[in-house]
């Protein structure tokens, strides 16, 4: 779904934009400097990235072995009792960290506000999730495609490759068209555009979400295409924010989704869930890799 009238401020937005523009703007050496990734620290810069799980549901069978035309940024919670370590921030552009910060926190906010209507959705009382996402583990992520001049994509290969994301809710802020979705189903997807409205915010549900629900809820396939040959030159940049639940949250069957008192999933831990997510994808790469 695309909303409007969501309350964020647009000076919060727009200077979190304006600071992401300038970051991807730097010398390749300098956002390298933020490539710090480990298991530890799942966050930091990073450039041509596979998202290989997604690729599974495209016949279960990856379309290409190019990686995605990207780079992106991340960041998790700046909270010691999510579990997680403090925020590793770029020093310039000058103003990013408060910028990044500032928008995080209206993300969440955001998605505490997104998370009662859910509930209201679901037949639960309006803060059900609130006791469940006090100390979430939520990134904020923002991606540049840059320009496509001059060059020519791989078959197949994409600004982003069909995927769903792990966690609850996304909550995406983008700067142009691209984006599509597609009903999570068997057999050959079918795209459609999701408009782009300057000042709205596209929210996705996350394969967590759609575990929780017992699939009564799913969660949403989408991808990002090419620019058009005549507008190989637009780059696009997009701002993510992937919320997630608390990390030692037990995710059991929500009791209104329950089918008959009737469950298809065993519960797990919330973090087991994502650590399987994300070892899934990699196993991806791996066997590409294999494959090659
Ligand atoms: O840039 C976009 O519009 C989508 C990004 C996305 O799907 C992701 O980072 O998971
Ligand atoms: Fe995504």
Known sequence: MVITSHGVPEAVVSDAWKSVGEFFDLEESEKEKLSNMSADYPYGYEKGEVLAAGKDK???????????????????????????????????????????????????????????????????????????????????????????????????????????????????????????VAKDVDGEPSWVNVPHVPSGFVINLGDLMRRWTNDRW??????????PQDGR????????????????????????????????????VAKDFLMMKHLASVKGVIEEKEEL
């Not at 600004?159 to 700067?175: M, N, Q, V």
């Not at 924010?241 to 797990?268: A, M, Q, R, W």
């Open 218 to 227: 799913s969660s949403t396939l989408h991808r990002v295409v090419n620019p």
């Open 58 to 180: 495209e016949k279960g069978k990856a379309l290409s072995t190019a990686p995605d035309i990207k780079e992106t940024f991340t960041i998790g919670p700046n909270n010691p009792a999510s579990g997680m370590p403090a925020p590793i921030m770029p020093s310039t552009p000058a103003n990013f960290e408060a910028h990044y910060a500032a928008y995080y926190a209206a993300m969440e906010d955001l998605a505490d506000t997104l998370l009662e209507s859910f509930a209201l959705g679901l037949d639960l009382p309006e803060d059900w999730f609130k006791s469940k996402t006090d100390h979430h583990l939520s990134a904020l992520r923002s991606l540049n495609y840059p320009d496509q001049a001059g060059m020519t994509p791989e078959p197949g290969q994409l600004r982003a490759g069909a995927h769903t994301d792990y966690g609850s809710l996304t909550i995406l802020k983008s700067g142009g068209p691209g984006l599509q």
């Open 233 to 268: 030159n637009h780059r696009r940049q997009s701002i993510a924010f992937f919320h997630n639940i608390n990390g030692d949250e037990v995710v059991k069957t929500i009791p209104s989704c329950l089918d008959n008192g009737e469950s298809k999933y065993e519960p797990i």
